[in-house]
């Protein structure tokens, strides 16, 4: 019978994969493989000559909701023909990636054996990088595009993470860029909430171990300025300062004098 198991690469080559995702791939009837570019497609390929790239399902002329539903019923389609098959994403496959979710969802209402191991995200990379504990004063993260056109509000004590920033207010879903107008408009958006002069972060972490980490620090004001691309984070540091919130402290019988 048929299954799935979706699989992390990390995000640099070669070295951030886990021993048991590279063990799945290595062991799989069919590889396929959502990867950042030819040089980690090929190394796949090594491990498993069966490999079948899924980047060729994107195109600037349809939605990426379609190229997603065709990646996820390629999928389906293999396991059900009784394949044990592996889906390799890079990054964490169930982090800011609908596809393997979605897949493996399929797959275990219809009674295959689907599911997933974890990998080194983007965001992994960026606490490591940035030296962001996520624990220090809690961390948000949202889509870019998610965040301005949904109810959500910031914690302006904590980090925000706004992922897919190269993306945001792209809505077309067509596009594998933003423009300056839309980037000019999340700004305005932010102003709601940070001053202009709010240092923000621009972080691509390497994909190759010879490419070095992007980490450009600026103000919010900036960012229409700046080159963005499909691997760019936008870090937005705490605006204020942690303080005590007697409210939270009275449940425990505490003042903010005392607990201090
Ligand atoms: N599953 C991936 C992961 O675990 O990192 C994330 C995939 S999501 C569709 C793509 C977004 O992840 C990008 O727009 C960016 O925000 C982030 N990302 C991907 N590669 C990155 C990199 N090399 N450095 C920083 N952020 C990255």
Redesign the pocket.
């Known amino acids: 019978k048929g299954s799935l198991v979706c699989v992390?690469t990390g995000?640099q080559l070669a070295g951030q994969i886990t021993l048991i995702a590279k063990s799945y791939i290595e062991e799989a009837d069919i590889v396929f493989g959502v990867l950042?570019d030819p040089v980690a497609e090929s190394w796949i390929s090594e491990l498993n000559s069966n490999f079948v790239s899924l980047q060729n399902l994107y195109s600037e002329d349809r939605s990426r909701k379609e190229t997603y539903k065709d990646m996820v019923s390629t999928i389906v389609k293999e396991v059900k023909s009784g394949k044990k098959v592996v889906g390799a994403?890079?990054?964490?496959?169930g982090?800011?990636?609908w596809a393997p979710h979605e897949a493996i969802r399929q797959l275990r209402a219809l009674g295959y054996e689907a599911f997933m191991e974890p990998?080194i995200?983007?965001?992994d990379?960026?606490f490591a990088d940035l030296g962001i504990d996520p624990g220090a004063r809690g961390c948000q993260g949202y889509e870019a595009t998610q965040l301005l056109f949904y109810k959500h509000s910031l914690d302006l004590y904590s980090y925000v993470i706004l992922?897919?920033?190269?993306?945001a207010g792209e809505w077309t879903l067509q596009s594998f860029s933003t423009s300056r107008s839309n980037l000019e408009k999340t700004v305005s958006y932010l102003t709601r909430w940070y001053p202009l002069s709010h240092e923000v972060i621009i972080?691509?972490?390497p994909?190759l171990p010879t490419q070095e980490a992007r980490i450009e620090r600026f103000p919010l004001s900036s960012l229409p300025d700046k080159e963005l691309n499909?691997?760019?984070?936008m870090v937005i540091p705490p605006l204020y300062e942690l303080e005590l919130d007697e409210e939270g402290l009275k449940h425990f019988g505490l003042t903010v004098d005392s607990y201090k």
Request: charge should be negative; hydrophobic fraction near 45%; glycine fraction near 14%.
């Open positions: 992390g995000i950042p994403f890079y990054g964490h496959p982090v800011f990636a990998g995200s983007a965001e990379c960026l992922w897919q920033i190269g993306l972080y691509e972490a994909f499909m691997s760019s984070t």
